[in-house]
């Protein structure tokens, strides 16, 4: 609720196309500053960004994915991501599937935290609950990640699906 709430607020200081919004708000991304070194919370900056993306692209999915693409590199996108993972299924797997080799370790945690079945505050994804298999392909791919980050969330992952069909792990 608070996530449609923010990108609401948003849409009403963004173009009326949403592509050219979603332009807009990576061009806010790209002209900033590393938030990281603004300190811990200015990350969240780019929280109505996601929402964004989240609310208005589900019909935009190209533009979609090159926002999150980018966000998650600054914020997160794990949140985001789950409306395209309902509502277009194989062709955000497929994407996923590309960006496990992303060189942005990043990136490739949002392919692992985005599938999680069963993440922390966020919409489950019960097709994933029901059938693990599509996640598990993608989680093949990232299990020897270089980065702790990429695998500790491939281990959340693995616990996620591991609740809900204990013999597959």
């Known amino acids: 609720a608070r996530g449609r709430h923010l990108a609401q607020a948003l849409r009403c200081?963004?173009?009326g196309d949403v592509e050219l919004a979603m332009e807009v708000l990576l061009a806010s991304v790209q002209a900033s500053a590393e938030p990281k070194a603004a300190g811990a919370m200015a990350p969240f900056f780019y929280l109505p960004h996601t929402c964004f993306v989240a609310e208005f692209g589900l019909d935009h999915?190209?533009?979609s994915m090159r926002a999150q693409h980018l966000l998650t590199q600054h914020f997160t996108a794990e949140f985001?991501?789950?409306p395209f993972l309902q509502h277009h299924t194989q062709a955000t797997l497929e994407r996923l599937a590309q960006w496990a080799t992303d060189p942005s370790h990043h990136v490739r945690r949002l392919v692992s935290e985005g599938t999680r079945p069963r993440l922390p505050w966020?919409?489950?994804?019960r097709a994933f609950q029901e059938d693990p298999s599509p996640v598990l392909a993608l989680l093949e791919r990232l299990k020897d990640d270089p980065?702790?980050?990429v695998r500790r969330s491939v281990a959340n992952n693995l616990n996620d699906i591991g609740k809900d069909h204990p013999t597959v792990l």
């Open 13 to 15: 200081h963004l173009p």
């Open 61 to 63: 999915f190209e533009a």
């Open 80 to 82: 985001s991501i789950r």
């Open 147 to 149: 980065e702790l980050y």
């Open 122 to 125: 966020g919409q489950r994804l």
